[in-house]
T-cell receptor, first 118, second 110 residues
Framework: NAGVTQTPKFQVLKTGQSMTLQCAQDMNHNSMYWYRQDPGMGLRLIYY???????DKGEVPNGYNVSRLNKREFSLRLESAAPSQTSVYFC?????????????????FGNGTRLTVT | GEDVEQSLFLSVREGDSSVINCTYTDSSSTYLYWYKQEPGAGLQLLTYIFSNMDMKQDQRLTVLLNKKDKHLSLRIADTQTGDSAIYFC??????????FGKGTRLHILP
């Protein structure tokens, strides 16, 4: 049982290049998320998908696009990478996106992709 | 807006208790979480507490919740070198999202 799997683990891009970060979960979770983690900033939500077929912007969506390919997979695309996008990117999933009053739905994280844009 | 605040650093001697504090703003939060992040890894759920509880104990971990003051704490008894990590407080906020603090880096002194 792998949980949340992210690829690649490391990536170096030149400014203007594009790439897609892949994420897959095998827990049959409905909701998936992309976060970035920067020193002193904590975790910031880029995009999320509450259920298959839906995606919504988070706190810092500019410069990114996402695709919820199916229930298992949620990819993050950088169309034209910029040095400000140098960060560690985490994918996460949860059983439900909605925080119902009686429902405990914590996030399960992948191990991250360390991206450097030069 | 919603916000979760926690101090950035804590140093504790091995064998002592560590207490990591957190304050949050959303009084409608249903669940509050503590996550642990070890170097080079993702966040791992450590424990959680439901908002109608004021304490939860799980082996060496004790979570205290003061809902009136919107204050959450995590106590780690008998702190070990393996407890060295970044600890994130998080609340289940409005708009179906979990809001994280910036994390507290726990450093263990020999």
């Amino acid at each position: 049982n792998a949980g949340v799997t992210q690829t690649p683990k490391f990536q170096v891009l030149k400014t203007g290049q594009s790439m897609t970060l892949q994420c897959a979960q095998d827990m049959n979770h409905n909701s998936m998320y992309w976060y970035r983690q920067d020193p002193g900033m904590g975790l910031r939500l880029i995009y999320y998908s509450a259920s298959e077929g839906t995606t919504d912007k988070g706190e810092v969506p500019n410069g990114y696009n996402v695709s919820r390919l199916n229930k298992r997979e949620f990819s993050l695309r950088l169309e034209s990478a910029a040095p400000s996008q140098t960060s560690v990117y985490f994918c996460a999933s949860s059983e439900e996106g909605r925080q119902f009053s009686s429902y405990n739905s914590p996030l399960h994280f992948g191990n991250g992709t360390r991206l450097t844009v030069t | 807006g919603e916000d979760v605040e926690q101090s950035l650093f804590l140093s504790v001697r091995e064998g002592d208790s560590s207490v990591i504090n957190c304050t949050y703003t959303d009084s409608s939060s249903t669940y509050l979480y503590w996550y642990k992040q070890e170097p080079g890894a993702g966040l791992q759920l450590l424990t959680y507490i439901f908002s109608n509880m004021d304490m939860k104990q799980d082996q060496r971990l004790t979570v205290l919740l003061n809902k009136k003051d919107k204050h959450l704490s995590l106590r780690i008894a008998d702190t070990q070198t393996g407890d060295s990590a970044i600890y994130f407080c998080a609340e289940s906020g409005r708009d179906d999202k979990i809001i994280f603090g910036k994390g507290t880096r726990l450093h263990i002194l020999p």
